[in-house]
């Protein structure tokens, strides 16, 4: 898929008169639990020539492509990603943190990495992964039978609000890291349930792990007491350290 994945971002910057700054693996396959059949959820961040910043208009800053069985592609535009780092948005962070980068330019990873204590808001990021823990323990998770793939997005959201309870940090993006935070009593279900994933497919049902998801509802439940009382760490430089940045990355592209 590499050599499939770097055409396609090469034809893009062609087609659309774009360049491409960053690309990584956003999904199953970057948090460490793929199954076989899992497709390569690809996203990067572009920039255009300066003049299509200088028009009256805005013009459109997400670029989107249908799906198909192996490969889900999909872009955001500079100052739209930037904007969204500065509202804390959960997605930017974890895709700046992604073990498989597909492209970089102009050291983009690199140069956006101090940045990015100042601009994590503690309580959006919770807010986030309490939304996605949300959908498991209330839908997803409730009957006999419950969908590997499921599971485990519901358990890593878990662990990642547990992290930023905890750390009071940005959490990492990966699943290896967030397994620390485990009960040990856990750890054997966890283990067993990641080698029946490895070779699983995505809609793979399993039993309905009752101590697992038991984890998840009281962790949904500290996580919802926690929110109000989380501290906000924050600076106010992110905008001006952002606005150089944009205009730097925009010079030299």
Same mark, same amino acid.
């Given at each position: 898929?590499?050599?499939?994945?770097?055409?396609?971002?090469?034809?893009?910057?062609?087609?659309?008169?774009?360049?491409?700054?960053?690309?990584?693996?956003?999904?199953?396959?970057?948090?460490?639990?793929?199954?076989?059949?899992?497709?390569?959820?690809?996203?990067?961040?572009?920039?255009?020539?300066?003049?299509?910043?200088?028009?009256?208009?805005?013009?459109?800053?997400?670029?989107?492509?249908?799906?198909?069985?192996?490969?889900?592609?999909?872009?955001?535009?500079?100052?739209?990603?930037?904007?969204?780092?500065?509202?804390?948005?959960?997605?930017?962070?974890?895709?700046?943190?992604?073990?498989?980068?597909?492209?970089?330019?102009?050291?983009?990873?690199?140069?956006?990495?101090?940045?990015?204590?100042?601009?994590?808001?503690?309580?959006?990021?919770?807010?986030?992964?309490?939304?996605?823990?949300?959908?498991?323990?209330?839908?997803?998770?409730?009957?006999?039978?419950?969908?590997?793939?499921?599971?485990?997005?519901?358990?890593?959201?878990?662990?990642?609000?547990?992290?930023?309870?905890?750390?009071?940090?940005?959490?990492?993006?990966?699943?290896? *890291?967030?397994? @620390?935070? /485990?009960? +040990?009593? =856990? #750890?054997?279900?966890?283990? $067993?349930?990641? %080698? !029946?994933?490895?070779?699983?497919?995505?809609?793979?049902?399993? *039993?309905?792990? @009752?101590? /697992?998801? +038991?984890? =998840? #509802?009281?962790?949904?439940? $500290?996580?919802? %007491? !926690?929110?109000?009382?989380?501290?906000?760490?924050?600076?106010?430089?992110?905008?001006?350290? /952002?606005?150089?940045?944009?205009?730097?990355?925009?010079?030299?592209?």
């Amino acid at each position: 898929m590499l050599p499939r994945i770097q055409t396609a971002l090469a034809q893009l910057e062609a087609t659309h008169g774009i360049r491409i700054l960053y690309a990584c693996e956003s999904g199953s396959r970057a948090w460490g639990f793929p199954s076989p059949d899992s497709d390569y959820d690809v996203r990067f961040i572009y920039c255009h020539p300066p003049t299509w910043y200088l028009a009256l208009d805005e013009g459109p800053d997400t670029l989107n492509f249908p799906v198909d069985d192996e490969l889900d592609l999909a872009g955001w535009e500079l100052r739209k990603a930037l904007r969204l780092l500065r509202g804390s948005n959960a997605s930017v962070f974890e895709w700046l943190q992604s073990p498989v980068v597909y492209h970089e330019a102009l050291d983009f990873r690199a140069r956006l990495a101090p940045l990015l204590p100042a601009a994590f808001n503690l309580k959006a990021g919770l807010h986030h992964y309490l939304g996605q823990l949300r959908r498991g323990v209330e839908e997803d998770l409730v009957g006999d039978e419950v969908r590997l793939k499921r599971l485990f997005y519901a358990l890593r959201s878990a662990l990642a609000a547990r992290w930023i309870r905890e750390h009071h940090t940005l959490p990492p993006m990966e699943f290896a *890291p967030l397994r @620390a935070l /485990l009960p +040990a009593a =856990l #750890e054997p279900v966890v283990s $067993a349930l990641l %080698a !029946a994933k490895a070779s699983a497919n995505e809609k793979t049902t399993v *039993p309905r792990p @009752a101590e /697992l998801v +038991a984890f =998840l #509802e009281l962790e949904f439940a $500290a996580g919802q %007491a !926690a929110r109000e009382g989380l501290p906000v760490v924050r600076t106010s430089g992110a905008t001006t350290e /952002l606005d150089t940045l944009f205009q730097a990355l925009l010079s030299e592209a």
